[in-house]
T-cell receptor, first 108, second 115 residues
Framework: RKEVEQDPGPFNVPEGATVAFNCTYSNSASQSFFWYRQDCRKEPKLLMSVYSSGNEDGRFTAQLNRASQYISLLIRDSKLSDSATYLCVVRRGDKIIFGKGTRLHILP | NAGVTQTPKFQVLKTGQSMTLQCAQDMNHNSMYWYRQDPGMGLRLIYYSASEGTTDKGEVPNGYNVSRLNKREFSLRLESAAPSQTSVYFC??????????????FGPGTRLTVL
């Protein structure tokens, strides 16, 4: 079993809709959690860290469920510019593990 | 600040040739990383350097060597390139690997093709 797993998608979502992704991690010793965004043929960039109490940044909300070992990302009122691949990232000690990403296409 | 820079941006090699990918960061970060990204495989860690003077193997180190030249620079060397090393290579840096909310900053990538 992979240490970090994501649904690869693609998720095809109409503009203005709400979309949610989950990411599961297998090691309960995982300490920090992040969502990165990667545009086509570009480098990954941090979208948001995921705090234990959950956190929100504009249209984006991240949640952590330690009991079930998953994190989630919710995007409200989706924009065409949200089309990208979303990478789930987990830190365990000095090891940083990337998921393979979930592709999102926002449809006009 | 330029952030993380990588050279070259594109490279085509023949099997058996060698080359060095260069990476530099101007954020005074302690840690630096080399990843490769292949379709359907996600980002895989090749080597990392937690601090100046140290390097450690990642998930896929075979066929590669690294040098942490100083705090700013971390190079990746392919001694004898193979077609299986065709990939996009990303360098990244961060303040410290064990900081709780430790953002990694990535360079723009090097697209390498080995024929």
């Amino acid at each position: 079993r992979k240490e970090v797993e994501q649904d690869p998608g693609p998720f095809n979502v109409p503009e203005g809709a709400t979309v949610a992704f989950n990411c599961t991690y297998s090691n309960s010793a995982s300490q920090s959690f992040f969502w990165y965004r990667q545009d086509c043929r570009k480098e990954p960039k941090l979208l948001m860290s995921v705090y234990s109490s959950g956190n929100e940044d504009g249209r984006f909300t991240a949640q952590l469920n330690r009991a079930s070992q998953y994190i989630s990302l919710l995007i409200r009122d989706s924009k065409l510019s949200d089309s990208a691949t979303y990478l789930c990232v987990v830190r365990r000690g000095d090891k940083i593990i990337f998921g393979k990403g979930t592709r999102l296409h926002i449809l006009p | 600040n330029a952030g993380v820079t990588q050279t070259p941006k594109f490279q085509v090699l023949k099997t058996g040739q060698s080359m060095t990918l260069q990476c530099a960061q101007d954020m005074n970060h302690n840690s630096m990383y080399w990843y490769r990204q292949d379709p359907g495989m996600g980002l895989r860690l090749i080597y990392y350097s937690a601090s100046e003077g140290t390097t450690d193997k990642g998930e896929v180190p075979n066929g590669y060597n690294v040098s942490r030249l100083n705090k700013r620079e971390f190079s990746l060397r392919l001694e004898s390139a193979a077609p299986s090393q065709t990939s996009v290579y990303f360098c990244a840096s961060s303040e410290a690997p064990t900081a709780t909310y430790n953002e990694q900053f990535f360079g723009p990538g090097t697209r390498l093709t080995v024929l």
